[in-house]
């Protein structure tokens, strides 16, 4: 009885966002009246349970989809999903080709060497911010020398 009242303290004492780490989260310039852009960045999380992103938003666009890209018939398709499973003392790698934030309506054209907020909601974990890079139109990879979050 003492030590599961003990426990349960404990349990609470844990600071839960700190297991969810957000690793080079970037995103690329837009040409002039593009509307959307992609977001991506490495989720490390370092707690003993699975956890999932599910949501994610922004004040820079008019809302922030969970997208994938799906082979259909050969060709490459964006489909949105409910969220991104995050396996426990795991990494999810959101990436070009692969699983991305799609940043819906900007509101402005993302510029190199600014960063885009993104506030990203775990149904754990819960909300956990991260300032997106922008890097170059076009480019493949996290701009270089990257704050880690
Ligand atoms: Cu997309």
Same mark, same amino acid.
């Given at each position: 009885? #003492?030590?599961?009242?003990?426990?349960?303290? %404990? %349990?609470?004492?844990?600071?839960?966002?700190?297991?969810?780490?957000?690793?080079? +989260?970037?995103?690329?310039?837009?040409? +002039? &009246?593009?509307?959307?852009?992609?977001?991506?960045?490495?989720? #490390?999380?370092?707690?003993?349970?699975?956890?999932?992103?599910?949501?994610?938003?922004?004040?820079?666009?008019? #809302?922030?989809?969970?997208?994938?890209?799906?082979?259909?018939?050969?060709?490459?398709?964006?489909? /949105?999903?409910?969220?991104?499973?995050?396996?426990?003392?795991?990494?999810? /790698?959101?990436?070009?080709?692969?699983?991305? %934030?799609?940043?819906?309506?900007?509101?402005?054209?993302?510029?190199? &060497?600014?960063?885009?907020?993104?506030?990203?909601?775990? /149904?754990?974990?819960? /909300?956990?911010?991260?300032?997106?890079?922008?890097? &170059?139109?076009?480019?493949?990879?996290?701009?270089?020398?990257?704050?880690?979050?």
């Amino acid at each position: 009885m #003492r030590f599961a009242f003990l426990l349960s303290i %404990l %349990l609470v004492a844990i600071p839960v966002h700190a297991q969810m780490q957000i690793e080079k +989260p970037w995103t690329r310039a837009t040409a +002039p &009246g593009a509307k959307v852009a992609g977001g991506y960045m490495m989720i #490390r999380n370092a707690g003993a349970a699975g956890d999932k992103l599910v949501s994610a938003s922004s004040p820079a666009a008019a #809302r922030v989809e969970l997208h994938v890209h799906v082979n259909d018939n050969g060709v490459m398709k964006m489909r /949105e999903v409910p969220g991104y499973d995050v396996p426990a003392k795991g990494i999810f /790698e959101l990436k070009p080709g692969g699983a991305h %934030l799609m940043f819906m309506d900007i509101k402005q054209p993302f510029k190199e &060497g600014e960063n885009v907020p993104v506030k990203l909601k775990f /149904e754990k974990a819960g /909300e956990v911010n991260a300032e997106f890079r922008v890097g &170059g139109m076009g480019s493949g990879a996290a701009p270089a020398g990257h704050a880690k979050h």
